[in-house]
């Protein structure tokens, strides 16, 4: 079937941002006076909003402290670490692909905050391959459905002619909750088992195998 609107997942779907984020948060934890967070937890909780993903990380933590850990790690992520960041191999010839077909478009539903995701935009120059876009800090954090809800009414596209494509169970799980399809990517955070769960009408192994998909 092909797709009037796709909409795509970042960290960990098309940027390889995923190291970054996972040292970010470790560090912002420390400096917070939190403790240690685990490798494997952090990586748990990518593709949440920055407050609900602070919250699973460390349960019971007081108003403040929160707050210490959110400005830590922004400040980590754009400023301190250096960690590199780009998009997966083979993601932007596959954009480019769809981006030629004709009456195809392209939208991204994040966890990030609407200024970093108009930051990685600007750095990257990629904003204008997408027709709209939504971030956790406009509407809902997923798994609520809310930022497909409001993709779908901007672009005035029904919602069995919309596709979401992510790594986490986060964006499967919001996708399936209004009944849209949904594509899994396994070289992402999630286990494949773990993305089956949510019955997607693709899984991809590999960003060759999703643009072929997409584009077939």
Not at 159 to 166: N, P, Q, T
């Amino acid at each position: 079937m092909r797709y009037e609107l796709i909409i795509f997942d970042w960290d960990g779907t098309l940027m390889n941002s995923v190291p970054r984020i996972v040292s970010c948060m470790q560090a912002a934890a420390l400096e917070a006076e939190w403790g240690e967070l685990e490798s494997a937890a952090v990586r748990d909780i990518i593709g949440l909003g920055l407050p609900e993903a602070i919250a699973v990380l460390c349960p019971g933590i007081q108003a403040a402290q929160a707050q210490r850990v959110h400005d830590r790690y922004a400040q980590h992520f754009v400023e301190l670490d250096m960690t590199p960041m780009a998009f997966f191999d083979g993601v932007e010839t596959g954009v480019a692909r769809l981006r030629k077909r004709e009456q195809q478009r392209l939208a991204v539903a994040t966890g990030k905050s609407r200024r970093g995701l108009d930051r990685i935009f600007t750095e990257t120059a990629s904003g204008g391959w997408f027709h709209g876009s939504r971030t956790a800090d406009e509407t809902r954090s997923k798994p609520h459905p809310q930022m497909l809800e409001e993709l779908l009414a901007e672009l005035a596209v029904p919602v069995e002619r919309a596709v979401m494509v992510g790594d986490t169970e986060y964006d499967l799980e919001m996708a399936r909750a209004m009944g849209m399809d949904r594509v899994a990517v396994t070289y992402g955070v999630h286990a494949p088992e773990r993305l089956a769960a949510s019955r997607p009408v693709c899984v991809a192994e590999s960003v060759g195998e999703l643009f072929d998909w997409l584009d077939g």
